[in-house]
């Protein structure tokens, strides 16, 4: 009988560390708390490090603002990147050929 456990923990943390490196999520909103009480439109934007894209993930295709938010973001993140990269030997050095690429999501009826 082996003394090993059914689940090797150390693969999971060591998979799930992977993972946070090759993807990190941006939750990110326009809009915000009105007086007439509208919360705003909640998107993410992530950066996949395996596919070298920056993927838009929205639900709502027609809120104003959103592609344009997303193109300041990733242009912001590409010059900070670019900035810390040699200080910190962040590889790879450049993520300016990273894509942009609107993810297909379910989409958010007009009830929810």
């Given at each position: 009988m082996s003394n090993k456990p059914c689940l090797n923990l150390r693969r999971i943390a060591n998979d799930f560390f992977l993972f946070c490196l090759l993807q990190f999520f941006l939750p990110a909103s326009i809009g915000g708390y009105k007086k007439d009480g509208d919360i705003g439109h909640y998107f993410t934007i992530t950066i996949n490090m395996k596919k070298e894209c920056f993927e838009l993930l929205d639900s709502v295709t027609a809120y104003p603002g959103t592609v344009q938010?997303?193109?300041t973001v990733t242009s912001r993140l590409k010059k900070i990147w670019k900035q810390m990269s040699t200080e910190l030997q962040l590889s790879p050095r450049?993520?300016?050929?990273?894509?942009?690429?609107?993810?297909?999501?379910?989409?958010?009826?007009?009830?929810?």
């Amino acid at each position: 009988m082996s003394n090993k456990p059914c689940l090797n923990l150390r693969r999971i943390a060591n998979d799930f560390f992977l993972f946070c490196l090759l993807q990190f999520f941006l939750p990110a909103s326009i809009g915000g708390y009105k007086k007439d009480g509208d919360i705003g439109h909640y998107f993410t934007i992530t950066i996949n490090m395996k596919k070298e894209c920056f993927e838009l993930l929205d639900s709502v295709t027609a809120y104003p603002g959103t592609v344009q938010f997303f193109n300041t973001v990733t242009s912001r993140l590409k010059k900070i990147w670019k900035q810390m990269s040699t200080e910190l030997q962040l590889s790879p050095r450049s993520i300016d050929h990273f894509k942009k690429v609107k993810m297909q999501v379910p989409l958010q009826g007009g009830e929810t």
